[in-house]
């Protein structure tokens, strides 16, 4: 069985935060440890019982979230941080990675894309590029029936145009910027959830769906 990850959450919005937490808490090896609503509470909580992964909001009341990068290393707090942003901004993307961000994403980016962050920046092969966060906000939203029966997220349908075209694991990794490992998981799960056993049966499907 995996390690546990202990993961905690500084959001303000509380819908959000609650949706994420619970999110997380139904992957078997994920822990929710904290919800909290400014980076205050969240830098109180790491200097006191510490997390393998601390997720932040960037706009909070009392401490925002360069602010709670700035403390975490004033501190010397050891713990991995993923920011969830609003905002596709390059300039505030730099502001974080300089600060020590192990990984920046869009707070729209699917469900899936954040486990598998979590994952990567956990085994240190997550990589912060400016175009993988743009990639998330300007995929398309599918909405036609076959996307929709197959519950495909973006970014497998994503993966699964690229394979269609006749890529390779390691081609679609250096296009999306992620690690081999990623692609060949998101492919895993493509395959179970179009129930197919083959590339060739992979990409007829690709084709009859019209991607």
């Excluded at 090896?29 to 980076?39: A, I, L, P, Y």
Aim: aromatic share 6%; with cysteine; proline share 1%.
């Amino acid at each position: 069985m995996e390690k546990t990850i202990n993961i905690v959450l500084a959001d303000d919005h509380k819908m959000f935060a609650s949706g994420i937490a619970g999110l997380l808490e139904e992957v078997e090896d994920f822990n929710v440890s904290g919800v909290f609503e400014n980076g205050l509470e969240l830098i109180s909580f790491l200097e006191e019982k510490g997390a393998d992964i601390a997720l932040t909001d960037m706009n909070m009341p009392n401490m925002d979230g360069l602010e709670v990068l700035q403390e975490l290393k004033n501190k010397n707090i050891k713990v991995k941080i993923i920011v969830l942003s609003m905002y596709d901004d390059e300039k505030l993307f730099k502001q974080c990675k300089q600060l020590g961000a192990h990984a920046y994403m869009l707070k729209d980016a699917d469900f899936d894309e954040l486990k598998y962050t979590i994952r990567e920046v956990m085994a240190d092969t997550h990589v912060m590029s400016f175009q993988k966060v743009l990639s998330q906000s300007n995929e398309e939203h599918y909405v036609d029936n076959y996307k929709e029966k197959f519950k495909l997220s973006k970014r497998e349908i994503q993966i699964l145009r690229m394979i269609k075209e006749g890529m390779i694991n390691r081609e679609i990794a250096d296009e999306l910027h992620l690690s081999p490992l990623t692609i060949e998981t998101h492919r895993k799960k493509i395959h179970q959830k179009l129930g197919v056993g083959s590339v060739i049966e992979l990409v007829k499907k690709a084709i009859d769906m019209k991607l």
